[in-house]
């Protein structure tokens, strides 16, 4: 199983970016699917997770300006970050992990599969 992350790059402060994650060797669709982030000197933070029922789930400091969002049929999950800051700089990465279709938020750890990372990089 393959997770691909692309789309990050340099942006300045209140521009937007949109992430993609392709997947794979798997379906994501019984999948919960999410976008983690991990700036210089920091541990990895969730950012967005979309469920396998389609349930979506934002960390405090995106809400508002970011939107995780899914296809299924082109197995993938996207990440549209809009207003970016410059505390929104680190690598971006996505995971996924299978459901348990019952509305269980999943710690990183439970996430079995994960991209390599793409770059987001927010100057003033």
């Known amino acids: 199983v393959q997770l691909q992350a692309s789309g990050g790059g340099k942006v300045h402060a209140g521009g937007s970016l949109r992430l993609s994650c392709v997947v794979s060797?798997?379906?994501?669709?019984?999948?919960?699917m999410g976008w983690y982030r991990q700036a210089p000197g920091k541990s990895r933070e969730l950012v967005a997770t979309?469920?396998?029922?389609?349930?979506?789930v934002y960390n405090d400091p995106v809400k508002g300006r970011f939107t995780i969002s899914r296809d299924n049929a082109k197995n993938a999950v996207y990440l549209q970050m809009n207003n970016l800051k410059l505390e929104d700089t680190a690598v971006y990465y996505c995971?996924?992990?299978?459901?348990?279709?019952?509305?269980?938020?999943?710690?990183?750890?439970?996430?079995?599969?994960w991209g390599q990372g793409t770059q987001v990089t927010v100057s003033s």
């Open positions: 979309v469920l396998a029922d389609g349930k979506t």
């Open positions: 060797g798997t379906t994501i669709r019984n999948n919960d």
């Open positions: 995971a996924a992990g299978e459901s348990t279709w019952d509305g269980t938020l999943k710690m990183a750890h439970d996430y079995r599969y």
